[in-house]
């Protein structure tokens, strides 16, 4: 670009180059479906953007449509830096992981588990299957014979 200006017959300019660089496309994933643990083993569950260009997303967790908060039975906490889940190829931008950690879960954790950011008016979401199966211990007695 050049800037012109002109005052009293004399004239100056100045001249800018301006680059326009691609946007980088963010992505979100989450780690391999489905995920398998037994009653009473802590399980967490991972969710990451990267590759966005800024600002401050939300994340949100979501199990049968409803809403996932701190309390008593789920832990969520957001870690930001560099890739964590993914592997491969370098990705420009700034990474942030949401972790979901049900440290007790039962049978009733079994589901579906939505991760929702939401990004400057865009959203975005991504899934997980959770199995939270019985116990599998038995116990095996032996009668002696008379």
């Known amino acids: ?12 300019l100045a001249t800018v180059m301006l680059t326009v660089l691609a946007s980088t496309t963010a992505e979100l994933k989450v780690q391999e479906s489905p995920v398998i643990t037994f009653v009473g083993e802590s399980v967490t569950l991972g969710c990451e953007l990267y ?36 592997t491969g190829g370098d990705v420009p931008g700034p990474s942030i992981v949401s972790l979901l950690t049900i440290s007790n879960p039962t049978t009733s954790h079994t589901g579906l588990y939505v991760c929702t950011v939401n990004l400057g008016g865009d959203s975005d979401l991504a899934t997980v299957m959770l199995t939270v199966l019985a116990s599998t211990t038995a116990e095996l007695k032996v009668q002696e014979s008379p």
């Not at 670009?1 to 100056?12: A, E, H, K, R």
């Not at 590759?51 to 996932?68: K, R, V």
Request: charged share 20%; glycine share 12%.
């Open 1 to 12: 670009y050049v800037c012109t200006v002109n005052l009293g017959g004399d004239s100056d």
């Open 51 to 86: 590759g966005y260009a800024g600002g401050s997303p939300e994340i949100e967790w979501m199990l049968n449509n409803e809403l996932i908060e701190n309390d008593s039975e789920f832990t969520i906490n957001v870690v930001e830096g560099n890739r964590t889940l993914q």
